[in-house]
């Protein structure tokens, strides 16, 4: 089943046929479809104009393949090259015992919901998980924590009633931590803006106490054009580790990942696919760069010609 | 909220025009690439007479012309309460819209009802309770994973009982892809319609100012679904823009009535599609 892009790659190539090579001006309409395309997934303006750049120079000059179509095969090249922005490295979480893991990211991104997932993905993999809740803003955000936990059967820290002071949560969650023993704690922090600068300086605060092992920005998958700001604010702050994006199981293609990634080099860990805590899945680059380009399966029919 | 056709002037202030740059502002404000693209094309076709300051008054005035002239405001009915369902997918901003607008309505004198229809989501329905308290506003709850619609049923006997002029109908986030839930949807619609034929009067998506293109989908999907009356913006105190607002509007004709600028209750206000052209967007 062949996607809207590679229809419309179709089109631009008609020209193609029959031509030997890749050159500058037969390409320009298919990698004007291309940018569309990448733009529409919302990729950043920026990151996609590069990338096209990139791609450019790469299929310069390629043999058109006779077993498939030039749109498909350029399709290819630029699956390829999205493949390995987005997963070139190891995605494994730093789980040595005690260790911790910081969750940021902006309001209703799923960072909550992640936390309870990953102390779910913990479990399983026979680790100690704790849960630490810092958000003090968001109405009954202890309240959503603390009944994840409790089916998770996970312990869950929960500031002092009344507290409206993180720094001192997070120093009593600390201690609280130490008591457990041996463990990996996971701190559901509050959502903020990233042009928010006073939540900002309190969340480097937090992390200045916590000195997490891990530190993971946890994005929506309908992201827009902000992610780029989004990612480069937090990274800033706080340095993240990795990037974990929720709300796959919707229909978004994405993009915003891969400008996430570009802009912070930092790997993807997981992906959410659902609201229930099971719902946590490791990330495979190569789905995503089919699912951000909006193709079918193209990319096993050229790799087969 | 920088305001990108502010910054755009500024950038834009010698005669000759970088097209690109104009097209990335666009595009950067997520009004979306088809959009951009048809604006930059639509001045580039006038290019002779335009000098790259006008292009900002321009490209404004593009916008400004899919807006509506003004937004309609929340009416009372005669005599029996006005239902008002909140809709939309997971961490929009629904349960604190809900809060907001009841916030607003109360102030300007209205008597409102809220009914906690988020059974699902942990805590969903102890978040709204927090603000029922603080806004000291009638709630009505089901229990745990218990029927949504039921829960609306018995907050509009509420409404009646006590002359309430608006029902607000906080409801749980759902992907506009998943088939059950928005089944879900349409039963809630269905009950509500038992009470009072007309109900819900009014049905409101609620849209992250931070979303991309996924927005249009999301309005198109719910859309089919329930018409859409209207949409809330949320997040415009962060750096996304809501450009897909503009996109919703030209597409299905639905306007934004509310914008969400913060957390906190009274960071809310009526939509206004001037200031948002001159000031937000
Ligand atoms: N469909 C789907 N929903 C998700 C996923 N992850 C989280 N959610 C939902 O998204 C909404 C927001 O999730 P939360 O975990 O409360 O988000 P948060 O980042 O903690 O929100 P704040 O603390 O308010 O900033 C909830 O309805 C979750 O159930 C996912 O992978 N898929
Ligand atoms: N900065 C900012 N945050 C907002 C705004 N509106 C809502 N939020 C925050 O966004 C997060 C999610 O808000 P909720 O009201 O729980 O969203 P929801 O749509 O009810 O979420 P679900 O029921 O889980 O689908 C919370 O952290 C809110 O405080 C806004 O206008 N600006
Ligand atoms: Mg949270
Ligand atoms: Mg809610």
Known sequence: MFSLLTDKLEDAFRKLRGMGKISESNVSDALREIRMALLEADVDFKVAKDLIEAVKQRALGEEVLKTVTPGQQIVKIFHDELEKILGSDASELDLSQPSSILMVGLNGAGKT??????AAWLKKQGKRPLLIALDL??????????????QLNVPVCVPAPGETDVVRATKAALAWVEQQGLGIAIFDTAGRQEVDEDLLSELKKVRDLVKPTETLLVADAATGQQAVSVANRFHETVTISGLIMTKLDGDARGGALLSMRQVTGRPVKFIGVGEKVDQLEVFHPDRMAQRILGMGDVVGLVEKA | MAGFFKSLLQRFTKPDIDWDDLEAALIAGDLGPRLSLQIVEDLQAQQRKLHGADIVKVAREHVRKILPNSVTPMSKLDGKPKVVLVIGVNGTGKTTSTAKLAYLLNKGGAKVVLAAADTFRAAAVEQLEVWSQRLNIPMVKGPPNGDP??????????AQRTQADFLLCDTAGRLHNK??????LK???RILGRKDETSPHEVLLVVDATTGANALQQAREFHKIIPLTGVIVTKLDGSGKGGVLVNIQQELGVPTRYIGLGEKVEEFQRFDPNRFVEELL
């Open chain 1, 113 to 118: 919901t992640t936390s309870a997932k990953l």
């Open chain 1, 137 to 150: 803003y968001r109405p009954a955000a202890v309240t959503q924590l603390q009944v994840l936990g409790q």
């Open chain 2, 179 to 184: 088939h059950n839930l928005m089944e879900e």
């Open chain 2, 149 to 158: 619609a039921s829960v609306c049923f018995e907050a509009y006997d509420l």
């Open chain 2, 187 to 189: 039963k809630i619609h």
